[in-house]
């Protein structure tokens, strides 16, 4: 796959553009973050009639047959504009992990459900502050799960969850449906992500891989979750980016637009290195999917899309003064996202140790 | 296979025929005027190898290709550590801009065909003591002489003057209009009466950067490169041809194994270094900056391939890999310990941490210091308004001390 974009791709990159601008409303997510366990419907509606949950699922399975590039281009402009329901990733993991196993009969049960949007998925990987834990605490035992997931993406309204257990000490990947699951919503400073607990109590589940299979599948899910994430993440820099620019344009001190000084221009000027670097290192990502080097390559990319972020969240609210401090300049909601998604996928500690293992060749 | 692919392949083959005579690893311990000598043998065989002036007209003596094999080949050639650092200025802007620029197309033609043989070194003589960053500030001035030109004045960091056989040069012919529109751009024969050269100790102890001084040296009208006070014009024009040329995403420094053999032998605390945290953590950084800039260019090269302009994002390679190498360096020597220390004069800035650490400072100010970088980004790609000039619309002779 190549790093430069063709026609179709970038006919998806100006109508989502077009198509999320258009609904873009910062008033109705200021309000959303005071509420608990809900998110943009609005938005989520228009991702499925749009397709963009079918993008990158296979055609015999109701997908667009489509790749990481593309799903990575809507999850760009869904940055841009803060609009992203978190099911657009989560879905795209839990179909992911039905595909990297291989298991035909849960494939047919839930990817057409994942593609159309009428089945939120998600990923039950994490447990305290490890993404990826290799003896996790939920069991998996005669073919139920037992124990808590916490800080679940999307898990207050997710209905199939891919989770990591434990089988006796072995790891194992399952499907488990979550209808009757219980699970506690997380009040987080996010509050759209929908992060929640998951209890399961004999819940029934599938079983897709086990031992160090189970562990390579989860990690190369939650590196094609980093990599759409980190597009996620450049589209919201950039904006922050634009938006800092914008400003200092317009307002004026001292007798001239505050981006005449270089203490400010300087700032956004480097905000547009880590912009440019975290889209370089995302396309690259999107562009090795399936090649040896693909969670390298992902890593990468997720270290300079949290950075690009939560720099740039960081700025932008500076460059705007005490009005970008405000409840209403909203500013804060990508402070918000850039928190949270440095997170979801796993911290950047994680993710350096990835990296390193990889430069050392201790993994290949 | 794409036919720049073999065009690569067809270049490191012969790259790697004469590095064993030419290379940084055979070089290694020669003075700067045996490694000139090398140099200059180099560029004759590279020269009848067809390697010379890939993307030139034929006409002038080029290969008539496009910038693409030329990147190509400097990648490759990169790789090597061949001696080609004397002729790197002299090909890379006043040459070029003779071809674009200079009206008689016979010496022209004699001059690059010398030039790319390594016969002949162009020097470019922009800087001077006052004017940097700003240029257009430069104060050297040229007056009309019967029919031709006087130069009098100075400049400095010219690199390679000091081999330099030819230059090329602004100066300011009429000090009473605003301060870009009075400069005309010439050439001027190195080996004139009134032209003299002295080298600049830099640093890292060499002295490839000179102080050059005008005392009455005459130019003939004909070597008159842009309309009178139609300089400046030129002098951007220079820079720009700049564009096409070979990045690297380690600012020139070491390469990132280089870094991770260091951290293997060092120990912290009687713990590897390698397992520790804050090593890990840099090493990881550095690797998502370069692996992004890279990424950058190879879209850049792309998009080259497919007959479209590249984005601006490739402005920011030097910006952002050359103060990443100058701090990755003082890592670097930090985890060496005592043995970081050793200085050996002879070390290349490419692969000795010490020489790329003490020579760092250079490549943040040379050819655009950061801060210049920053406002050009800024200005010309973001559109965020210029700097407060007091120069701006004043003659260059009113501007405030």
Known sequence: MSLLYDEGQQAIATESRRIAEARSKPEALLALLETQGEYDAGFWTMATEQGWTALAIPEEHGGLGLSLIELGLVAFQAGRTLSGAPFLTSGYGAARALLESGNADLQGQWLPGLASGEVIGTVAFGEASSPLPETPSVSFAGGKLNGSKPGVLGGVHAGLAIVLASDGGTPVLVAAALDGVARTTQATFDNTRCLAELHFADTPASELARGQAALDIALTVLAAQAVVTAHEQTGGSEALMERARDYANTRRAFGQPIGGFQSVKHRIAELYTLVELSRANGIHAASRDGEADFVKAAAAARLSACEAYDTSSRDCVQVHGGIGATWEAGIHLHMRRARSLAVEQGNSFYWEDILVNRILGDVA | MSDLETYRQKAAAWLESVAPRYNAKVRYGLSETENLALGRAYLKERFDAGFAGINWPVEFGGQGLGHLEKVAFEAEELKHGMPTVFFGISLGMPVPVLMKFCQDHAFVRERVLKALKGEEIWCQLFSEPAAGSDLAGLRLRAEQDGNG???????????????????????????????????????????????????????????????????????????????????????????????????????????????????RKAVINGKPAIEDGRIRQQLARNYAMRSGLESITARAMLMMQAGMEPGPEGSLNKLVSVRSRQKLSELAIDLMGTAGLTFDEHASHSDDWAMSWISAPTGRIAGGADEMLLNTIAEKILGLPQDYRPDKGVAFNQIPA
């Open chain 2, 149 to 263: 030109w006087k130069l009098n004045g100075q400049k400095l960091w010219t690199s390679w003057a000091h081999y330099a056989d030819y230059g090329v040069i602004v100066a300011r012919t009429d000090p009473t209009v605003q301060k870009h529109k009075g400069l005309t751009y010439f050439w001027v024969n190195m080996k004139a009466p009134g032209v003299t050269v002295r080298p600049v100790r830099l640093a890292a102890g060499d002295s490839h950067v000179n102080e050059v001084f005008f005392d009455d040296v005459r130019v003939e009208d004909t070597q008159r490169m842009s309309p009178v006070g139609g300089g400046f014009g030129v002098a951007m024009a220079t820079l720009m041809i700049e564009r096409y040329v070979a990045t690297d995403s380690g600012g020139f420094g070491p390469k990132l194994d280089h870094f991770v053999e260091v951290a």
